[in-house]
């Protein structure tokens, strides 16, 4: 059994990758729609410095994973001025969603580099070990989730961004002054995580969808390695 100082050298590192990479897709496809924003204040960078927020990457996740908690962070919010996008309303659905499409597109790397080192491995008769197994299983979860969660249509998520954009725009206006309040809203469900465990909210919405996804990339790393052995 892994300790936690092993697991936490395993979990960390798939967070940050899986965030860092959530934001700067953000920024490039802001980038690409018209918004130089991102690039201009040296966001469009791998630089963990440049994303990390000592609360939302660090310490809630940490916190959670310490009292048993659904585990999930964020980073610095990649700048995005909506204004400056060729098209507002679509580009901002772009935008949002660029997020978790590449999560999704990382779950799917990590499935299809763990199946072919799994079916080298057995090739030569060996098995991966089991460090590397649970780091492979991190990093397709944690990128899973992460994809899911911020498609949920509340504020501050991306998914909010998504929906406003498909609302009529009477009603859009109303959907934006709720965003204001995103964070507000965001350390609402923290404290309600917290305070009725028992009551299990993310894990009743989300994990189900999280846990076909990565059943799904499972099957993905399965089939490569029986491929190849």
């Not at 410095?49 to 999930?72: Q, R, Y």
């Amino acid at each position: 059994m892994f300790d936690t100082l092993t697991l936490a050298l395993i979990l960390i590192p798939c967070l940050i990758v899986a965030i860092v990479f959530h934001e700067v897709a953000h920024g490039w496809t802001a980038l690409a729609l018209g918004d130089t924003t991102a690039r201009d204040m040296g966001r469009l960078t791998l630089n963990p410095i440049k994303h990390v927020d000592p609360v939302g990457t660090l310490l809630v996740p940490g916190a959670l994973a310490l009292f048993g908690g659904p585990i999930f962070g964020w980073a610095k919010p990649v700048p995005v001025n909506a204004r400056r996008l060729d098209n507002p309303r679509y580009g901002m659905m772009a935008v949002a969603a660029a997020g978790p499409c590449t999560n999704i597109l990382l779950s799917l790397l990590g499935a299809v580099v763990f199946g072919i080192i799994a079916g080298f491995a057995t090739n030569w008769g060996l098995a991966p070990p089991e460090w590397l197994m649970t780091a492979f299983g991190a990093f397709i979860l944690i990128n899973a989730f992460l994809a899911l969660f911020n498609l949920v249509p509340i504020p501050p998520f991306d998914g909010s961004h998504i929906v406003g954009g498909l609302m009529p725009r009477r009603w859009a206006r109303y959907w934006q002054k709720l965003q204001a309040m995103g964070m507000l809203l965001l350390a609402v469900l923290i404290a309600a995580t917290w305070a009725f465990p028992d009551a299990r909210w993310i894990e009743n919405t989300v994990y189900p969808p999280v846990e076909w996804l990565t059943g799904v990339f499972y099957s993905v790393a399965d089939g490569i390695a029986g491929m190849i052995a």
